[in-house]
């Protein structure tokens, strides 16, 4: 079992950057995929970011691909979303999650989730 803990989120002006953390407790951190998905009001719960275990196979949305950037560090139990170029349409509550099946890019194959961060972005 995984537990998941986000922060790092927060009001940025557009063209501004953050980095969202996310804080697993846990065994089994370091041996499962991991991902970064994101909701906005109305909207559904869409795909940001995954991550493999080893850190060295990353896939990303189109529409942050080239500003976003997912990470993880094993041995603090944490994994990482470095965002540049900010627009107002990322606004939204991101959620770390844990692999366990299935396509990465589907919010179907993990199982385990944060609570959220909010990341708004004015314009």
């Known amino acids: 079992q995984v537990q998941l803990v986000e922060s790092g989120g927060g009001l940025v002006q557009a063209g501004g950057s953050l980095r969202l953390s996310c804080a697993a407790s846990?065994?089994?951190?370091?041996?499962?995929?991991m991902g970064w998905f994101r909701q906005a009001p109305g909207k559904e719960r869409e795909f940001v970011a995954a991550?493999?275990?080893?850190?060295?196979?990353?896939n990303y949305a189109d529409s942050v691909k080239g500003r976003f950037t997912i990470s993880r560090d094993n041995a603090k139990n944490t994994l990482y979303l470095q965002m540049h170029s900010l627009k107002p349409e990322d606004t939204a509550v991101y959620y770390c999650?844990?692999?366990?099946?299935?396509?990465?890019?589907?919010?179907?194959?993990?199982?385990?989730w944060g609570q959220g961060t909010q990341v708004t972005v004015s314009s």
């Open positions: 999650a844990a692999h366990i099946s299935g396509s990465v890019t589907h919010y179907v194959g993990y199982r385990y």
């Open positions: 846990g065994r089994t951190f370091s041996s499962v995929d």
């Open positions: 991550v493999s275990v080893s850190g060295t196979g990353t």
